[in-house]
C-alpha cells in the first residue's frame, strides 16, 4: 500500500519558498531566478516500492556514459526474443514506474530496454531538464537499436514524441500523459510560485543560455506534425498535472495517431490500470 502523503508540509515549504524568492527578487531579480529555477530542474526522489523489486531485480544493469552531456545514466535491459521496445519515464519518476507494463511485455518475449534519466532513480546528479531527457535518449536508441517501439510517460512522453519526429524507423509509439507545449509548464511553475515578470524573463534566458534551445521550440504537436510511426495516445481525463486538452492537441497533428481517453486515473495511477495495459499491449502487437 502506497505511504499517505504530508500534504500540510509541501505547503508549509512552499509558503517559505515563496517567501524567500520575493526576498531576493526585491534584492536582485537574478539570485531568485537561479533559485528558482534551481528547483525546478530538480526532480523529486523517491524509495523503490516493494511492486517494483521483481523487475528491477530481473533486469540487467549498467551505468552508460552519455556523450555530448558528460553524465552516466543507469540503465536495464531486460532480455527477450521480439520486438525491442524502450521505456522512458516522466518528470521525478523512474524506469521501474512501468513495472506492471514490464512484467507484461516480459511475459509476452518482447526485448524491453529502460533508463532512469539524469539526477533521477539510481542515476547520479542533483538536477536536470528536458533536453538533457532527449539527448539521453537518443544517444541511447542509437546505442542499442533500431527499436520497434518507444512508450513515455509525461516528460518521457514528450521527449519521446521530440525524439521519434526525428527516427522514422520507429514503427510506433506510445504517448501517456503527455504535454504538449514547454512554455505551458514554465507558467505553471511561475504562477506556482509567484516569480516576477523580470525573473521570468531572466529564467527563460538562463535555459536559452543553458540548452541552446528558446523554450517556445518544444511543443509535443509540432512534433507530432512529423512522426511516421504509428501514435497511440492515452490520457485521462481527471488529469490535474498535464490536463486533457494536452492530449487533443497533439493527437490532431498526427498522421497514425490514436487517441484513447480514460476516466478516473489521473497522472500516474493511468500506468497500472489494467485496461491501459490491455491497449498498449494490442496496439503493439498489431501490425
Not at 80 to 88: E, F, N
Not at 134 to 156: D, M, R, V
Not at 169 to 190: C, N, R, V
Not at 237 to 258: C, P, Q, T, Y
Amino acid at each position: 500500500m502506497d505511504k499517505p502523503r504530508n500534504f500540510n508540509q509541501g505547503i508549509v515549504l512552499l509558503s517559505a519558498f515563496k517567501y524567500a524568492l520575493r526576498t531576493l527578487e526585491f534584492i536582485h531579480p537574478y539570485f531568485a531566478m537561479r533559485l528558482a529555477a534551481f528547483f525546478f530542474t530538480k526532480p523529486l526522489s523517491y524509495q523503490l516500492l516493494e511492486r517494483e523489486v521483481f523487475v528491477d531485480s530481473n533486469a540487467q544493469k549498467s551505468s552508460v556514459h552519455i556523450k555530448g552531456l558528460e553524465k552516466s545514466v543507469y540503465t536495464y535491459h531486460w532480455t527477450g526474443k521480439g520486438s525491442k521496445i524502450m521505456l522512458m519515464h516522466g518528470w521525478s519518476g523512474r524506469a521501474t514506474n512501468f513495472f506492471k507494463i514490464i512484467e507484461k511485455l516480459m511475459d509476452l518475449d518482447y526485448d524491453i530496454y529502460a533508463f532512469d534519466a539524469p539526477a533521477h532513480g539510481k542515476s547520479r546528479g542533483v538536477t536536470t531538464n528536458l533536453p538533457e531527457f532527449i539527448l539521453t535518449l537518443e544517444f541511447l536508441l542509437n546505442k542499442w537499436g533500431p527499436f520497434e517501439a518507444i512508450l513515455g510517460h509525461s516528460g518521457g512522453a514528450f521527449s519521446s514524441a521530440y525524439v521519434c519526429a526525428r527516427h522514422p524507423e520507429i514503427k510506433k509509439l506510445i504517448l501517456i500523459s503527455s504535454f504538449d507545449k514547454a512554455i505551458d509548464l514554465f507558467k505553471k511553475y511561475f504562477d506556482l510560485i509567484g516569480l516576477g515578470q523580470i525573473s521570468q524573463k531572466l529564467m527563460g534566458d538562463y535555459f536559452f543560455l543553458k540548452t541552446k534551445k528558446k523554450i517556445t521550440e518544444f511543443s509535443t504537436a509540432d512534433s507530432a506534425n512529423s512522426i511516421q510511426a504509428k501514435t497511440l495516445v492515452i490520457h485521462d481525463e481527471s488529469d490535474m498535472e498535464v490536463e486533457l486538452f494536452n492530449a487533443l492537441n497533439i493527437d490532431k497533428n498526427l498522421k497514425k495517431g490514436r487517441l484513447i481517453i480514460t476516466k478516473g486515473l489521473g497522472h500516474r495511477r493511468i500506468l497500472r490500470d489494467d485496461a491501459v495495459i490491455d491497449e498498449t499491449l494490442d496496439f503493439l502487437k498489431r501490425n
